[in-house]
């Protein structure tokens, strides 16, 4: 749509400004003058430049959890991508089945996020769980509190219960903003069934699989409350990430200077997967 | 044949949805001795003892209607500073427009977790600390961009005719703001608001951080089941329940906008 010129739309913008300037700028300004600072107590602090920053960039434990971080958001942007599309596909195009489809798909995005901690943490114990039970039964040897590599099965699986759902109503929405025409014009063609998919479907959804993968992206790198109710990070720290680690500095250590410099190495690496994840599917796009 | 093989494939997926749910529905009724006792897959000596103590406990209740206070006052300031923004964006240029609209979505992109620490030392200075409008601004920081790119891309699709047309006919913005556009993009603002009560009633940390006694949410009170015995997993499993009725309602509200509004307009 052809936009007009018109400064006094500044004043209609002004609102979101305030709102945001005390919930946003405020606070980010307040994080960068901590982390160039010592701060022993409200009246005693000192100035030490960068030395937070190259303290964070060298520690190991950190180091491990970014590790822990991008696996675990790679992992779960693979499974809930395809997986979404794929469902999507199968929805039904009309009928009641698509409100009570809509409805049962929507409810775990709904969940408190603590919740859905709960609801795993109850679903997948070896003695009361569903999960658990039926596992073991099977002669698998699972227990999520004990093993690490059953701790991050869990809370992986958790993620695609939590968020699959997401990705599968973004693509919704696509499919069914691609006019009939198209597939007219395919069925004359003679186009086979993954033919229409490629060709067809897949070109018209990267708009809305743009929004999914950057969204998933987002939040499954600042991923915190499901993790820390089911396992609390562990065992060990397998199941700890960054969220989790920064929350645990900030919070319950205190540890100011340090937390705040990790905060803006954390939002920094947050912007820029985004961006190259927005210009590689942008520029797919265009080719 | 390919039909069938669709449909599996989904009732498949739904039912890896709904039986977590379930089993969580299942605990919800049963005794917690009765849970660690024995498995079962229904419950054996049906109760409702568990939700009888969330109604009559002291803390619980006050817990939920601490939550829905803060998620409400939340989407109300989200849609109010959101909607005349939003129409700004979507129908005027000018200058440091499309900067301003990408910072927003940042906003978006930014962990929670970063703003922990000046939340806290911001509200407690103004002495916001343990109050439903500290929460409630605090989620603005992800509830008004989300809200600003829904009703951009929603406000996009009516054309500016519409505006011309009421302001030859002498209708004052406010005038035509409140009467005409708004009621045209409705859905619009269904979607919005079901974004907006979402991601503030979902939301755990900066609640967590941002209260202690007075405001302290229904997340918060849902860790008093953790006791010195163990956890009463019957009890955790009622407020679980509990916590899925409010949204479990606003999806049935919008379940004809739900799949237009995810097509969110312009990235």
Known sequence: MERTRNERAWLLVLPVMIVVAFSAIIPLMTVVNYSVQDILDPYTRFFVGTEWFRDILRDDSLHAALGRQLVFSFTVLLIQIPLGIAIALCMPTRGIWVAITLVALALPLLVPWNVVGTIWQLFARQDIGLLGVTINAMGIDYNYTGSRMGAWLTVVAMDVWHWTSLVVLLCYSGLRAIPDAYYQAARIDGASRWAVFRHVQLPRLTGVLTIAVLLRFMDSFMIYAEPFVLTGGGPGSSTTFLSQYLATMAIGQFDVGRAAAFSLIYFLIILALSWVFYTIITRSQKG | ?267
Request: aromatic content about 16%.
């Open chain 2, 1 to 267: 044949m390919v039909f069938k093989a669709r449909y599996i494939a989904l009732i498949v997926y739904l039912l890896f949805l709904l039986i977590p749910i379930y089993w969580l529905l299942n605990m919800s009724f049963q005794h917690n001795s009765e849970i660690l006792r024995s498995f079962s897959l229904w419950p054996e000596n049906f109760t409702l003892n568990n939700y009888a103590r969330i109604f009559t406990e002291r803390g619980w209740a006050a817990g939920y209607v601490n939550s829905l206070i803060y998620v409400f006052m939340n989407t109300t300031i989200s849609l109010l500073v959101a909607l005349p923004a939003a129409y700004a964006f979507s129908r005027f240029r000018f200058t440091g427009d499309k900067h301003l609209f990408f910072w927003l979505l940042t906003n978006r992109m930014a962990p929670p977790a970063v703003f922990l620490l000046p939340f806290f030392n911001l509200y407690q200075s103004v002495g916001l600390f343990d109050t439903h409008i500290a929460v409630a601004l605090a989620h603005c920081l992800f509830s008004v961009p989300l809200a600003v790119w829904i009703l951009e891309g929603f406000m996009s699709g009516v054309p500016k005719e519409i505006d011309e047309t009421a302001y030859i006919d002498g209708y004052s913005f406010p005038r035509f703001f409140i009467t005409i556009f708004i009621p045209l993009i409705r859905g619009g603002i269904g979607v919005a608001v079901f974004f907006c009560l979402m991601f503030s009633w979902v939301e755990l940390l900066l609640a967590r951080t941002l209260t202690s006694v007075d405001a302290r949410p229904i997340s918060v009170v849902m860790t008093r089941s953790i006791s010195a015995t163990g956890v009463d997993w019957g009890l955790l499993a009622a407020a679980g329940v509990l916590t899925l009725i409010p949204g479990a309602l606003v999806i049935y509200f919008v379940r004809n906008h739900l799949a237009r509004g995810f097509a969110l307009g312009r990235v």
